[in-house]
């Protein structure tokens, strides 16, 4: 491939690109230099290590996720904001699911905002139920977790029984959504 300028965004674009070809094991900084047309140690221009370049993909996921959640939230509220923050997050993962195992579960300074833009749509969603914050929060969790949990063990084949997944995952919603009316 033909040497080409480099930033740290383009960096991120081909990680991005390689782990969604390779699985997140893919991800090497000799794997994103090749692809860029770079000897390796150009990359530390742009990237201190591998380590702050998943924490970068990481942060493009967050993004990503609450770019979708959020545009599913848009003018719904309650039980129907719930249903479609948990579809748009599930759907994000079926279509993304290397992506998706690349994402750091705990925080990191460079998904805060991301992150923090994430939560601020999940509580928005959670308005309605009239939570105070302790409970907005545990609330919050419970979401994630539950969404979180399907989602990973869905892309890992981890469902073997011959049940409808769709019909699961709307069982799945509809217990959240009680849990959520049984605390208001």
Request: charged share 25%; net charge negative.
């Amino acid at each position: 491939m033909a040497k080409r300028t480099l930033s740290t965004e383009g960096a991120v674009d081909i990680a991005v690109r390689l782990v969604d070809e390779r699985g997140p094991a893919g991800l090497t900084l000799s794997a994103v230099a090749a692809e860029a047309g770079v000897a390796t140690p150009s990359l530390y221009k742009h990237v201190s290590n591998l380590a702050e370049l998943r924490a970068l993909v990481s942060a493009r996921v967050v993004a990503e996720i609450a770019d979708r959640v959020g545009a599913a939230a848009i003018g719904r509220a309650a039980d129907d904001a719930i249903r479609a923050c948990m579809h748009a997050w599930r759907d994000y993962v079926k279509e993304r699911p290397h992506r998706y195992a690349a994402m750091i579960q705990h925080p990191e300074p460079h998904t805060n905002s991301a992150g923090e833009r994430l939560l601020d749509i999940v509580f928005g969603a959670l308005r309605a139920y009239g939570l105070d914050a302790a409970d907005t929060v545990h609330a919050t969790r419970c979401v994630r977790a539950a969404v979180h949990g399907f989602t990973v063990l869905e892309a890992e084949g981890g469902f073997g029984l011959p049940e409808n997944l769709d019909d699961s995952f709307d069982l799945m919603i509809a217990m959240v959504i009680a849990g959520l009316r049984a605390r208001t």
